[in-house]
C-alpha cells in the first residue's frame, strides 16, 4: 500500500516546520502522511517517518503496524521514543520528516521521569536545526474534560505547553477535525 497524494484543494506546500493538531481519530496522520509523500514525491526524496511510539501491549502493536502499512514500503521509520533531536539535526539535507506523535513523545519523556521544559527546548533545537522540512503530528487534549489525577492534568499541561511552542515556532499550522484540514497559520 502506498500514500495517496494530495488533491489540488488539500494541498499545503511543506514549509520548514508544519504542525497538524487534532482530536483522536480526527486524520491528523493519515493528512499528514500525505503532505509528506506528496512532497517526497516533487523533490525525488526518500521521506522519513520518526515514530515516538513504543510497543508497550498488544493494541498498540497493532496501530504501529496500521500506520507502518497504510505508508507502505516508500518510507524510511526511524523509531525514538524520547531522543529525536538528535534524529532530525542528523539527516540529509532536503530530507521530508514526518515527527509522529509529539503526545506519544511528551509521555515517554514524562513516564523515563526526565524534566519536560528541558526535553521540549531540545525537542525545539532539533526542529529548528533539521536540514528538511518537518512535519510534526500532536493530539489536541486540552479541549476535554479536566483529568481526575495528578498526572492526567500535569500531562494535558505539558502537552498544551508543548502544543503551543511548536505552533509558535512552526510557519505552518493546521487543525485537523473529522478528517478535514482547516489551515490555521500559513506562510
Request: net charge positive.
Amino acid at each position: 500500500m502506498t500514500v495517496e497524494p494530495l488533491k489540488p484543494e488539500e494541498f499545503v506546500p511543506l514549509t520548514s516546520l508544519s504542525f497538524i493538531i487534532g482530536g483522536a481519530r480526527s486524520g491528523k496522520s493519515a493528512f499528514a502522511e500525505r503532505m509528506v509523500a506528496t512532497h517526497a514525491t516533487s523533490v525525488g526524496q526518500q521521506p522519513v517517518y520518526l515514530a515516538t511510539a513504543e510497543s508497550s501491549d498488544a493494541e498498540m502493536v497493532e496501530r504501529i503496524r496500521h500506520h507502518r502499512n497504510r505508508r507502505g514500503s516508500q518510507w524510511r521509520t526511524v523509531e525514538r521514543s524520547i531522543e529525536i533531536a538528535s534524529v532530525l539535526k542528523s539527516l540529509p539535507k532536503e530530507t521530508p520528516v514526518l515527527l509522529d506523535c509529539l503526545t506519544l513523545w511528551l509521555a515517554n519523556v514524562l513516564l523515563a521521569g526526565r524534566e519536560s521544559t528541558v526535553g521540549t527546548a531540545q525537542l525545539l533545537a532539533g526542529l529548528k536545526a533539521a536540514h528538511g522540512p518537518v512535519v510534526v503530528v500532536s493530539n489536541d487534549i486540552g479541549s476535554g474534560t479536566v483529568p481526575e489525577n495528578t498526572l492526567a492534568r500535569a500531562f494535558r499541561d505539558h502537552a498544551g505547553y508543548l502544543n503551543q511552542q511548536v505552533a509558535v515556532t512552526a510557519r505552518c499550522v493546521i487543525m485537523m477535525n473529522a478528517g478535514l484540514p482547516l489551515v490555521l497559520k500559513a506562510p
